[in-house]
C-alpha cells in the first residue's frame, strides 16, 4: 500500500484522476473563456492539464478522512486562518465548492482552473503560476472551521450555531498564556503541509485569492522542520531545543489508537464530523537564548529524556518504554505522559518556525504546535492544564491560538464542509 493509498484505501493513480474539462470551467476565472476566446480556450485548458508535474509523490485528496492528519507528516507547513466576511451562506458554500476542486487539483499537482498560463491572454490567469513545472510534494490540505462560523458574537451568520459540537469548545485561558488576538482564532483554518515550501504557500495564496470577497486571511504560519512524525519507523526529527520530539506520537498506521483519540465517531454528539477530527494550534515561543545557557543535564531533566539518544530517563533507547518515576516531578514528558492525564492521547503534526527577530537582539523562533484529536477537551486541554507545572514552561511562551473542527475527507463529487452544509 502507498502513502497516497492510506487516506482512502484506494489506489494513487485513482487518486490523481484529472480534473475533468467541466469542472475546470466551473472556476470564476476560467468562465470569461466564454465569448471572443471560448474557441481557443479549451486548447488551452488542456495544456493547462501539463503545467505541473503529476507524480508518485501525490497524495490522494478523496477519502473517509482528510489527508493531513494521518498521512506521513511532510517537511514544510503553511498554515492560514480566513474571516468570513459575508453573512451569504450560499456564496460562503459555493467557495468551499471552488476551493474543493482547486484543492484537489492542486494536491494532485494540477494548477488551478484554466492553470497560470492556459486562459485567455484577456483575463487574469486561474492559478498564480509559482507552482508551474513542480510536482506534487506531497502536498496535503486540511480545512477546519472554527468556533466563530458557528457563532460569532451571538450572531448565527450562517444557520450553524445549533450544529456546533460541543468537543468545538473555546480554549479556556492556560497559565502563562501571552495570546495575540491578531495571531488567534479564524472561522476557517487550512493547514498546507508539503515537501517543498513553495508548493504550500502557492496553495494558500491560491484559496485565498478565490475566496476574494468572501474570506479574508486573518493570519498564517510557515513552518518548517517537523517536530513530530506519524511514521515511527522513521527517524524521530529534533526541535529547535535539539532534542528528540515525536517519540511517542500516535502512528498513523494504527487505526486503533487513531479511531480511539484522533477521530470523531458517530455517537460524539455531531455526526457531520464523524471521521473528522479536531485540531488545535498553538504558537509557541521558544526562549532559545535562554535554553542555549542551560547545562546540558538541566536540560535533560526538563524534558525526562536524554539529548542524544531520546531515551526515556534511566533507559538506555529512544524506544525503550519511559518509568515515569525516573522524572523529575516536573519533567515535560511525565506531565504530557497519558498515564498522568487519565489515558488521553493527542497526535502531533507541528513544526518549527524562525520569524526575524524580537527587537531585543533575539531570534522570533519556536515551534508551531498542532495537534488532531477525537475531543479536545480530554485531549489538548487535559494535556495542557496539566502541564501548568512544567518545568519547560520557563522556556516557553504560548502566543497564538486556535481551535478547528475538521470536517471528514471528502467523497469524489463532494466538497468540503458538506456534511456540515447539508
Ligand atoms: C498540550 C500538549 C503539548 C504541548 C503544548 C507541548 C509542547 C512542547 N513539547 C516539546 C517537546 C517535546 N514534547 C515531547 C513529548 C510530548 N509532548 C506532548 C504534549 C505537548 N507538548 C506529549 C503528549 C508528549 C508525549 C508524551 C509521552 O507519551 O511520552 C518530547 C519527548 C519526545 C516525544 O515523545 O515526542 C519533546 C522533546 C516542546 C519543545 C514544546 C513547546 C515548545
Ligand atoms: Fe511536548
Redesign the pocket.
Known amino acids: 500500500m502507498t502513502e497516497a493509498d492510506r487516506n482512502t484505501g484506494e489506489s494513487a493513480a485513482q487518486g490523481r484522476a484529472p480534473l475533468s474539462r467541466r469542472r475546470m470551467l466551473g472556476f470564476s476565472g476560467a468562465s470569461l473563456l466564454v465569448g471572443a476566446a471560448a474557441g481557443a480556450g479549451l486548447d488551452r485548458v488542456a495544456a493547462a492539464e501539463e503545467n505541473r508535474a503529476p507524480g508518485a509523490d501525490a497524495i490522494a485528496f478523496h477519502g473517509p478522512h482528510q489527508a493531513g492528519i494521518a498521512t506521513p507528516v511532510q517537511d514544510r507547513l503553511h498554515f492560514a486562518t480566513f474571516d468570513v466576511i459575508t453573512d451569504d451562506r450560499a456564496r460562503l458554500v459555493r467557495l468551499l465548492k471552488e476551493w474543493t476542486a482547486a484543492a484537489a487539483a492542486m494536491t494532485q499537482g494540477r494548477p488551478v482552473g484554466a492553470g497560470a498560463v492556459g486562459g485567455p491572454a484577456v483575463a487574469p490567469p486561474d492559478d498564480t503560476g509559482e507552482a508551474l513545472g513542480l510536482p506534487p510534494s506531497r502536498l496535503t490540505l486540511t480545512i477546519g472551521f472554527g468556533p466563530t462560523l458557528f457563532d460569532k458574537d451571538g450572531k448565527d451568520r450562517f444557520g450553524l450555531k445549533a450544529r456546533r459540537p460541543a468537543a468545538l469548545a473555546d480554549l479556556p485561558h492556560f497559565p502563562g498564556d501571552n495570546l495575540d488576538p491578531d495571531r488567534s482564532g479564524g472561522d476557517i483554518a487550512v493547514q498546507a503541509c508539503a515537501d517543498d515550501p513553495q508548493v504550500a504557500v502557492h496553495a494558500i495564496r491560491n484559496l485565498a485569492r478565490l475566496g476574494f470577497g468572501v474570506v479574508a486571511v486573518r493570519w498564517s504560519q510557515l513552518g518548517f522542520g517537523k ?2 512524525s506519524t511514521t515511527p519507523d522513521a527517524q ?1 526529527p529534533r ?3 535539539g ?7 500516535i502512528s498513523g498506521g494504527d487505526a486503533a489508537a487513531l479511531d480511539e483519540h484522533v477521530w470523531a465517531g458517530k455517537g460524539d454528539g455531531a455526526d457531520w464530523m464523524a471521521g473528522g477530527s479536531y485540531l488545535v494550534a ?1 504558537r ?1 515561543r ?1 526562549h532559545i537564548e535562554t535554553w542555549d545557557r542551560t547545562p546540558l543535564r538541566e536540560q535533560q531533566d526538563v ?1 525526562g ?1 536524554d539529548k542524544r539518544e ?1 531515551a526515556p530517563a534511566g533507559k538506555a533507547k529512544e524506544r525503550d518504554k ?1 518509568d515515569l518515576s525516573k522524572m523529575k516531578p516536573d519533567a ?2 511525565r506531565l ?3 498515564d498522568s492525564n487519565g489515558g488521553s ?2 497526535l ?1 503534526r507541528g513544526y518549527s518556525f524562525t520569524d526575524g527577530t524580537d527587537g531585543l537582539g533575539r531570534l522570533e523562533a ?2 508551531f ?1 498542532i ?1 488532531f484529536q477525537r475531543d479536545p477537551r480530554t485531549g ?1 486541554i487535559r ?2 492544564r496539566n ?1 501548568a507545572t512544567d518545568a ?1 514552561n520557563e522556556y ?1 511562551q ?1 502566543v497564538g491560538s486556535g481551535v478547528f473542527a475538521c470536517p471528514p475527507g471528502v467523497r469524489e463529487g463532494g466538497y468540503w464542509g458538506e456534511t456540515l452544509f447539508a
Open positions: 517536530t513530530s524521530t526541535n529547535l531545543f532534542f528528540k520530539d515525536g517519540t511517542e506520537n498553538r509557541i521558544m524534558f529524556r531520546g519511559p515535560h514528558v504530557a505522559h497519558p492521547r493527542i502531533r519556536g515551534l504546535f495537534a489538548f494535556v495542557q502541564l519547560m516557553v504560548h
